[in-house]
């Protein structure tokens, strides 16, 4: 090894994929920074409606008046801004297309108010199509199918993470522009009906796409003892599946999330826990959803170590750090 991991991450854009953290808490934000995080895919919402998810938004302009440790991504400009500056930018991004409801003109009303990112459906079946959970999977609906065309209109960056088989293929094929898996592992190395099947991430990454892995413990083989080496296997596993250029990290951290939050996601349709793809039982506030080794933001520089020590050069962990959500952001986003 001729160069130094932890030189390697501060001077790389780092992006994580997907983070639904508890943004009301301040020591989250003060981690992210800790852990030198350039800019992240903040879930606004997940189950909520239209004014439920305004509401969060409201929340998040808030935010960015009153915290100058952040700054709002509507760019590729505005993350290399925030490499600059020493803070963390903040992508707003959706989990589900519920909050667009059955009236398409709200994506463009959410791109207005700086959403970059929209997962189609979340676990379940909505207007657009089915979710990974959902017991058949019938793929786009004519909605899911405009919604595509108009997402792909304005440069919002189709997420495909907790979307089902069928209808995860049809949104490869059906957008002219690559799309996402912002924080998923495959099918084959842990077999989760949340990670993906072969055929989806081949055709992705045919089309241009950017697969982050995720390091969710329970979306990995040794589940909630999982290490940062687990989760290097993880990384491994994808680039040796679709290549290095289609490779990027989501990890799906939670941190400081109260039990409501976990009852809230881990509901049908948000309303009913628990539901028939989640267990009632799990300890969800006394479990480790992050390796060891990443239990903390601020340990995050560990995942550069892992790869040096796995062979991978410096040009390829810089790919892998951020550099790949870069390029697809820049090819999506009609700058």
């Known amino acids: 090894m001729t160069f130094r991991p932890r030189q390697v991450y501060d001077d790389a854009l780092v992006i994580d994929g997907l983070s639904v953290c508890n943004w009301n808490s301040d020591a989250v934000f003060r981690q992210l920074r800790a852990g030198n995080f350039t800019a992240i895919n903040a879930t606004v919402s997940t189950w909520e409606n239209f004014i439920q998810t305004m509401a969060h938004l409201t929340a998040w302009m808030r935010r960015f008046r009153e915290r100058d440790d952040i700054l709002q991504v509507k760019s590729t400009a505005d993350i290399r801004a925030a490499k600059q500056q020493d803070r963390t930018g903040i992508i707003l991004g959706f989990q589900n297309a519920s909050p667009i409801e059955n009236e398409l003109d709200r994506l463009g009303l959410f791109l207005a108010l700086g959403v970059r990112v929209i997962q189609l459906t979340y676990h379940e079946t909505n207007l657009l199509g089915?979710?990974?959970?959902?017991?058949?999977?019938?793929?786009?609906?004519?909605?899911?199918?405009?919604?595509?065309?108009?997402?792909?209109?304005?440069?919002?960056?189709?997420?495909?993470?907790?979307?089902?088989?069928?209808?995860?293929?049809?949104?490869?094929?059906?957008?002219?522009?690559?799309?996402?898996?912002?924080?998923?592992?495959?099918?084959?190395?842990?077999d989760h009906p949340r990670n993906k099947e072969e055929e989806a991430l081949k055709r992705l990454a045919e089309k241009g796409g950017v697969v982050g892995a995720t390091s969710y413990t329970p979306f990995l083989?040794?589940?909630?003892?999982?290490?940062?080496?687990?989760?290097?296997?993880?990384?491994?596993?994808?680039?040796?599946r679709i290549g290095i250029d289609h490779v990027a990290i989501g990890t799906d951290s939670t941190h400081d999330q109260p039990l409501e939050f976990w009852h809230f996601i881990a509901s049908q349709q948000g309303t009913k826990f628990p539901s028939t793809f989640a267990d009632g039982s799990i300890p969800y506030t006394e479990v480790?959803?992050?390796?060891?080794?990443?239990?903390?933001?601020?340990?995050?520089?560990?995942?550069?170590?892992?790869?040096?020590?796995?062979?991978?050069?410096?040009?390829?962990?810089?790919?892998?750090l951020g550099g790949n959500w870069i390029r697809l952001f820049e090819q999506v986003w009609n700058e």
């Open 221 to 240: 083989p040794n589940g909630y003892e999982t290490t940062v080496e687990d989760f290097v296997d993880a990384i491994d596993d994808m680039v040796e």
């Open 130 to 190: 089915s979710g990974c959970w959902e017991r058949n999977d019938a793929g786009l609906s004519n909605f899911g199918v405009d919604a595509v065309k108009e997402m792909n209109r304005l440069g919002i960056l189709i997420d495909l993470s907790h979307v089902g088989p069928q209808t995860t293929l049809d949104a490869i094929e059906m957008s002219e522009k690559p799309v996402a898996i912002t924080h998923a592992n495959a099918r084959s190395f842990c």
């Open 288 to 320: 480790s959803f992050q390796p060891k080794g990443m239990a903390t933001l601020a340990e995050f520089p560990n995942v550069a170590d892992g790869l040096a020590n796995r062979g991978y050069n410096a040009g390829e962990i810089t790919k892998l």
